[in-house]
């Protein structure tokens, strides 16, 4: 580090500390989790959970923490062997971790503004070209002004999942050039230093998706005659095996135009859907009427498998012989599959 000493009201100059910050995200089949991201001590969003080292920082008895100088990067170019796009993304300001120098909150800055908190040992700062509004100083006590750095920033998980949106699996890469700026006193002469380093997002994108749907069983239903009641029942049953990757297991859903009725040419009965192994409900339709019509799907669970087993009977029940008429009865139906996320 070159150190220069002029007889000035303010000196400006750029070094580099070589900090950086490399955020680790997974993206499983929509659902993001971050792995190394926690909220800021602010509240004002998300920070690394590790904290970046400083060095070579002059040393001073009187600081100001600064935000952002220069253009601040509103997306992030994500790459893999094959594509690259832009994920959305705010950056807000930066977390300054004062470590063992323990300032207080001194004189406020003139013309400085309240784009800064101060909760110690930490200063946040939010916003471009801004100024904490105090000045932090240790008295008489020359020390190293901050220990540790770290970037404020909020990615919208929507908006995340969305960007991936059929995207093939693999490791996604990108990084920005984040500036950051603040001003230090050596006696009577204030001057300015400027940062800039690497943000580096790297996402392991993983989508849910379905290969193959298989239902094993027969289509015609076994027929039962109640003794003495003059009523018939009857069922069939399919074994499903759903295959691909599911993170939160599997929705199973009706096509909203069908009805479920079994007809004939002059007689019809009303038939009910059932899912064996469905986490949060057994009937699809019961008795004719879809069970729940604002959302006509039940879910199978499974998390981060590759296989989901279930089965599907179809059934009545107990219907009067009179005055259906003698003959085959028939009806077809759709089941739909999807990644639940």
């Known amino acids: 580090m070159k150190r220069v000493n002029l007889l000035l009201v303010s000196l400006l100059f750029s070094i580099s500390n070589g900090w950086a910050s490399t955020l680790n995200v997974d993206l499983t089949g929509g659902v993001v989790r971050w792995d190394n991201a926690i909220v800021s001590s602010s509240g004002d969003g998300m ?27 509103t997306g992030i170019t994500m790459s893999s062997a094959s594509t690259n796009f832009v994920v959305p993304i705010t950056f807000k300001g930066f977390e300054y971790h004062t470590g063992s120098a323990a300032p207080t909150s001194g004189d406020p800055v003139p013309g400085g503004s309240s784009c800064g908190t101060w909760s110690p040992p930490i200063a946040t700062v939010l916003g471009s070209s801004c100024l904490f509004p105090n000045i932090l100083t240790t008295g008489t006590k020359v020390v190293t002004p901050y220990a540790f750095i770290r970037p ?27 500036s950051q700026f603040y001003q230090y006193y050596l006696g009577d002469i204030k001057t300015q230093f400027i940062d800039s380093q690497p943000f580096v997002l790297e996402i392991d994108h993983t989508p849910a998706y379905i290969t193959s749907v298989e239902l094993t069983g027969e289509s015609e239903m076994k027929t039962v005659y109640g003794v003495g009641t003059d009523t018939v029942s009857a069922k069939t049953s399919f074994d499903v095996t759903a295959s ?56 199978v669970s499974g998390v981060e498998v590759n296989n989901i ?3 599907i009977d179809v059934e009545f029940n107990s219907v009067p012989l009179d005055p259906l008429e003698v003959g085959s009865y028939t009806d077809t139906f759709t089941l739909i599959f999807e990644p639940d996320v």
Request: hydrophobic share 35%; with cysteine; aromatic share 12%.
């Open 47 to 73: 920070v690394p959970s590790f904290w970046t080292p400083t060095h070579g920082l002059t040393p001073t008895a009187k600081w100001i923490p600064g935000a952002f100088v220069g253009t601040i990067p």
């Open 152 to 178: 404020i920033f909020s990615i919208d998980e929507t908006d995340l999942a969305d960007a991936f949106d059929g995207e093939d699996a693999g490791l996604y890469r990108g990084s920005v050039s984040l």
């Open 244 to 299: 691909g990757f599911f993170s939160d297991g599997m929705k199973v859903m009706l096509n909203s135009s069908d009805d479920y009725i079994l007809r004939n040419s002059g007689s019809e009965i009303p038939y009910s859907i059932k899912c064996i192994g469905c986490s949060n409900g057994e009937y699809l339709v019961e008795e004719g009427v879809v069970s729940n019509p604002s959302d006509p799907s039940l879910k």
């Open 309 to 311: 087993n279930f089965k």
